[in-house]
């Protein structure tokens, strides 16, 4: 070893480089932010985008210098002080003004509303409609007629109100065996659910586009109650 412990931790440290840290650390963090910002909330389980966010910019922080010999210790530790204390700001800000957290964190979505999808192409681009199927699925939903009303979190977990047995409609049905498309010439008994949205037909003339969502993908509706 020829370096002393000073060196380890303090090498080459000007006051001009250490500003340059805090501001690149600034710069990076909000990156970090916006970039998991724009991906869209799913993917980013339970962790809120923010925490996501300060394990990436420490991660790396606290990693380099345990193996790049030409990162002074004091440098990280100072990436780790303008984390702290941007995050100390962001939670002021976010529990102070709520603009400040419905940028940041999103608001919840309502996906589900009276047994039909409240969610179209129009008003979601980081919504995918699969995974929402399993995260019902999840919950022993058996189609969305069983579905009073569902929401998707910021923090990208499901809240589910269900109607009561008695209530349950025709909905579109969510395991795979039943959710497949049926031919418009197949003389088949309805209520049909559209695929995409879940909206409901009693019957089903020959290339007819959903009304609600304009596709034209239809299956066989159920109104099985819960077992
Ligand atoms: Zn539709």
């Known amino acids: 070893m020829d370096k002393s412990l000073y060196e380890i931790l303090f090498d080459g440290a000007s006051p001009s480089l250490l500003t340059e840290i805090v501001l690149r650390t600034l710069i990076m963090f909000l990156l970090i932010l916006a970039i998991l910002r724009i991906s869209g909330r799913r993917g980013v389980r339970q962790l809120t985008l923010f925490e996501v966010a300060i394990i990436l910019g420490l991660g790396s922080a606290a990693g380099d210098p345990m193996f ?14 303008t984390v702290i204390l941007l995050y100390k700001l962001i939670t002021w800000l ?33 919504f995918n409609k699969m995974e929402f199927f399993s995260e019902l699925r999840n919950v022993s939903i058996e189609h969305l007629g069983q579905v009073r009303m569902a929401v998707l979190e910021t923090d990208g977990t499901m809240s589910v109100l269900k109607y009561k047995n008695e209530d349950v409609k025709y909905g579109l049905p969510l395991f795979p065996d039943l959710y497949k498309e049926i031919a418009p010439t197949e003389n088949v008994k309805g209520p049909f659910a559209c695929m995409f949205c879940g909206n409901i037909i009693e019957f089903l003339p020959h290339n007819i ?3 609600k969502c304009k596709k034209d993908r239809w299956t066989i509706a159920i109104n099985t109650p819960y077992p």
């Open 209 to 211: 586009v959903c009304p």
């Open 68 to 81: 790049q010999d030409d990162i002074p210790i004091f440098h990280a530790l100072l990436v780790f002080l």
């Open 94 to 126: 976010v529990a102070r003004f709520d603009t400040v957290n419905k940028l940041l964190e999103g608001e919840p979505l309502v996906v589900v509303r009276d047994g039909e999808f409240a969610v179209t192409d129009n008003n979601t681009s980081s």
